[in-house]
């Protein structure tokens, strides 16, 4: 079993930027896929960005890529989400998930998810 606990979120300006984390218990990260999905009021759960065990090789969605830079440290098991240039429309609670299945977008491809961790970004 892994425990995946998100922290980092809160209320920022449009433009800004935030860094959201997710920890890991249970078991070591090094060999699961990390991904960030989202979800905001009255929407489906959305892919943000994800990265493989092996190599590091990263997806990201098409509405944040240039923007934000998945990372992760196997050594202190955890993996980060660096956000920049936010926009009101990436006010979301954001889930870290962990998996077998690469680097998919696809949320049936995790196994394990965190609590969320609610991001605001105001105009």
């Known amino acids: 079993q892994v425990q995946l606990v998100e922290s980092g979120g809160g209320l920022v300006q449009a433009g800004g930027s935030l860094r959201v984390s997710c920890a890991a218990s249970?078991?070591?990260?090094?060999?699961?896929?990390m991904g960030w999905f989202r979800q905001a009021p009255g929407k489906e759960r959305e892919f943000v960005a994800a990265?493989?065990?092996?190599?590091?090789?990263?997806n990201y969605a098409d509405s944040v890529k240039g923007r934000f830079a998945i990372s992760r440290d196997n050594a202190k098991n955890t993996v980060n989400l660096q956000m920049n240039s936010l926009k009101p429309e990436d006010t979301a609670v954001y889930y870290c998930?962990?998996?077998?299945?690469?680097?998919?977008?696809?949320?049936?491809?995790?196994?394990?998810w965190g609590q969320g961790t609610q991001v605001t970004v105001s105009s």
């Open positions: 998930a962990a998996g077998t299945a690469g680097y998919t977008s696809s949320p049936l491809g995790y196994t394990y």
């Open positions: 249970g078991r070591t990260i090094s060999y699961l896929d």
């Open positions: 990265i493989t065990w092996s190599v590091g090789r990263t």
